[in-house]
């Protein structure tokens, strides 16, 4: 069963950029029809998609986070990660990483990680 | 952007209950709907794809229906393991956009 695991550091103070990592366990981030996404939960704006990337590097941003947000794939650790640059308190989250299947008979996020927590502050 | 709003926005029922939640969309999205389920430290659960499709592995209590802009998704009888937070999501256009939840908590 294919697993995702999120990493990233806990605590970012503001202005600077937040890194966080999504690992596939179980499976291979090349096979298939997915893309590879991330989605934040925090109580003022709940679920918010802000991206997501396909195994040829193309990716999908939403226009909310497009001039702070990046994401990149690396197939040889069957990573993908997501940078936010310029974080403000806003940025304050819990962090999901999740397999997109865009199979139009599916078109949905199948499979997520448990979540990390960031937190902005000084 | 597809606005989606979920009323109840909280809901609480016994063990057995049917319960409904509902979800409508800006526009007219069909069947591009999908529902999920949330606890607190564990990884979100699809639950519906296609507004009316269950994932190998959902129980059959659990149902999905609509069309057009609106979407229910109907739990037969509440079992312990089904209080949780659930939320909808439109995969009709980018981005990609959720509901704000409903919570369903034991009365």
């Known amino acids: 069963q294919l697993q995702l695991q999120e990493s990233g550091p806990g605590l970012v103070r503001p202005s600077e950029t937040l890194t966080l990592t999504c690992t596939v366990i179980?499976?291979?981030?090349?096979?298939?029809?997915?893309?590879w996404g991330w989605v934040r939960q925090s109580p003022r704006k709940g679920l918010e998609w802000l991206g997501s990337?396909?195994?040829?590097?193309?990716?999908d941003d939403s226009p909310s986070f497009r001039s702070r947000a990046s994401l990149s794939v690396d197939t040889s650790k069957n990573q993908f990660s997501l940078r936010v640059s310029s974080v403000t308190a806003a940025d304050t989250a819990i962090y999901f990483c999740?397999?997109?299947?865009?199979?139009?008979?599916?078109?949905?996020?199948?499979?997520w990680g448990q979540g990390t927590a960031v937190t902005v502050s000084s | 952007d597809i606005q989606m709003t979920q009323s109840p926005s909280s809901l609480s029922a016994s063990v057995g209950d049917r319960v409904t939640i509902t979800c409508r969309a800006s526009?007219?999205?069909?069947?591009?709907l999908n529902w999920y389920q949330h606890k607190p430290g564990v990884a979100p659960r699809l639950l519906i794809f296609?507004?009316?499709s269950l994932p190998s592995g959902v129980p059959s209590r659990f149902t999905g229906s609509g069309s057009g802009t609106d979407f229910t998704l109907t739990i037969s009888s509440l079992q312990p393991e089904d209080f949780a937070t659930y939320y909808c999501?439109?995969?009709?256009?980018?981005?990609?956009?959720f509901g704000q939840g409903t919570r369903l908590e034991i009365k």
């Open positions: 999740a397999r997109y299947d865009y199979d139009k008979s599916v078109d949905a996020f199948d499979i």
């Open positions: 179980g499976g291979s981030i090349s096979s298939g029809d997915y893309s």
């Open positions: 990337i396909y195994n040829n590097g193309f990716s």
């Open positions: 526009q007219g999205i069909s069947p591009f």
């Open positions: 296609g507004a009316s």
């Open positions: 999501q439109q995969s009709y256009s980018s981005p990609r956009t």
